[in-house]
């Protein structure tokens, strides 16, 4: 895939769409995620590679049928269908869905788990680790620290997504919680599902990217478009609570042009200082205070606590007149991108933890808006929503009223607070806590005065060894002496 735009790199040619296809599905649940971000890059994949990986999103091979009853069999004990199709309507690396009634009205979704998912979902799990240990010590801090975060979320949410109980309790929260947003959920039929099958009402709609049926039936994409830029600001950086898996195939539009979201199994909460970090980016990135940004870049976390700011915020500058220019296609503006990023490759960005995945769902929804609009920027849509609630996003209540009364209720746990500080003051007890960052970069300090410390230590006792095992080689161990002994002495060199 890296290697797309040329016919050739070394020995390797690039596999063609249908090969590219099969090599994702043969290798199992967990690739087909990866790829399945992919799928909805238009500007990065080809027309003919993107109709076959959307492929992935639903349209995998079924179950084998005597598999299929298997599951059935263990998630029912008895059928309480009024009717059943055996034949599934989509298929994904989870699970199928298989259209059902439970009486002749009633038009239900049947989500049944693949059999034996999760012993390949652990084996996957154990690849990834074993790699990821062997390949560690080649890495830089910052990369293994990365590498540990991705390798650590994918692994706990992955898990998660394989249990279909886990998912009804997230799609009935969910449902709560996004009650007011004007988006249409599946409603669970709680009695009926299992570990192994999740029973939802049926909704109807058009794939998300299915650009044909939208024209066909007269459906204005745009405010769609803005509905779900809306709905996943919310999300994300006002109330903390989101969807992680936005793919066209999770998500539909109905005839009326309503959003549908489908698929909860990747559910993700948003710690509050995160959010806050990502409210102060997206601030800093509208009025192009560049030191701010990477400021709140690294109390996100996906810049190193002792990165140089003014390198960095000439780098995002940079960035930033690429991003901003409405001239570029999609094409020439990745290219710049990785110009420009090439050119910086020794600067110590880092991929925490909690950033993943709404990174990932960033990129997706950045690919569904360039399914329809040229040059769409999901930043430019999501800064004036944000600008509008980041009280709500801070906490602040909806009225000046309700706030000042929120505050005045808490004014006396401040007064305890503030008094509780000034006694700790007097009594020279005030601890300090230092955050995950600082801890790093302490940390990575203490190693690197450590590592001289040590080889000369070694290095000594070394000379100590070779002199009793063998007094003919006083040579060697006054050489080992001695370099152990400058290895000390220099040891900022």
């Known amino acids: 895939m890296l290697v797309r735009k040329r016919r050739k790199f070394l020995f390797f040619s690039p596999l ?4 590219l296809l099969n090599r994702i599905t043969s290798l199992g649940a967990s690739f087909i995620k990866l790829a399945q971000v992919l799928a909805t890059r238009n500007d990065f994949f080809p027309p003919e590679y993107l109709s076959k990986l959307k492929m992935l999103h639903d349209e995998l091979p079924a179950m084998e049928r005597e598999k299929m009853q298997r599951v059935f069999d263990r998630a ?4 309480p269908f009024y009717r ?3 034949e599934p309507i989509a298929s994904a690396s989870i699970g199928q869905v298989h259209e059902a009634w439970l009486d002749k009205d009633t038009r239900v979704a049947v989500k049944l788990r693949r059999e034996g998912i999760e012993k390949q979902v652990k084996a996957d799990i154990r690849i990834l680790s074993f790699f990821n240990a062997l390949f560690r010590p080649l890495f830089s801090h910052y990369t293994k620290h990365s590498l540990e975060a991705v390798v650590n979320e994918f692994s706990s949410m992955i898990q998660k997504e394989v249990s279909l109980n886990q998912e009804r309790e997230n799609l009935v929260k969910f ?4 009650a007011d947003m004007n988006v249409a959920f599946p409603t669970p039929y709680e009695a009926l599902s299992s570990d192994d099958a999740l029973v939802m009402s049926f909704e109807e709609g058009f794939r998300f990217d299915d650009r044909e049926a939208m024209k066909r039936h007269g459906i204005d994409i745009v405010p769609v478009i803005e509905t779900l830029v809306k709905f996943y600001t919310e999300q994300m950086l006002v109330r903390g609570f989101f969807h992680a898996d936005p793919h066209p195939g999770n998500l539909l539009v109905s005839k009326e042009g309503r959003l549908i979201l489908l698929d909860f199994g990747m559910v993700k909460r948003v710690p509050n200082d995160t959010r806050v970090a990502i409210i102060e980016l997206i601030k800093a990135a509208n009025e192009q205070d560049y030191e701010r940004y990477v400021s709140a870049s690294k109390r996100l976390g996906t810049v190193a606590y002792d990165a ?4 960095l915020a000439e780098f995002t500058q940079r960035m930033f007149d690429i991003f901003n220019n409405d001239a570029l296609d999609s094409s020439s503006m990745q290219e710049l991108a990785f110009q420009v990023m090439e050119q910086t490759r020794s600067l110590p960005f880092k991929l925490p933890q909690e950033a993943i995945y709404i990174l990932r769902v960033s990129a997706i929804i950045e690919g569904l808006g360039t399914t329809y609009i040229e040059n769409f920027n999901g930043i430019k849509d999501i800064l004036p929503i944000l600008q509008s609630n980041i009280p709500r996003a801070l906490g602040a209540k909806e009225g000046i009223l ?10 006396p746990l401040d007064v305890r607070a503030f008094r509780n500080t000034l006694y700790r003051i007097s009594e020279e007890n005030l601890s300090v806590e230092l955050s995950k960052p600082q801890l790093d970069v302490l940390e990575k300090s203490i190693k690197e005065s450590l590592k001289p410390i040590l080889t000369g230590v070694v290095l000594m006792i070394s000379s100590v060894f070779v002199l009793l095992y063998d007094q003919q080689l006083r040579d060697l161990a006054l050489i080992l002496f001695g370099a152990g002994l400058l290895r000390l002495i220099f040891r900022k060199g």
């Open 16 to 19: 063609g769409p249908e090969k």
């Open 76 to 79: 029912f004990e008895k059928d």
């Open 84 to 86: 059943f199709d055996a």
């Open 175 to 178: 449902s709560e919680t996004y």
């Open 308 to 311: 140089p700011t003014s390198e």
């Open 402 to 411: 309700e706030t000042l009364i929120d505050e005045f209720k808490n004014l």
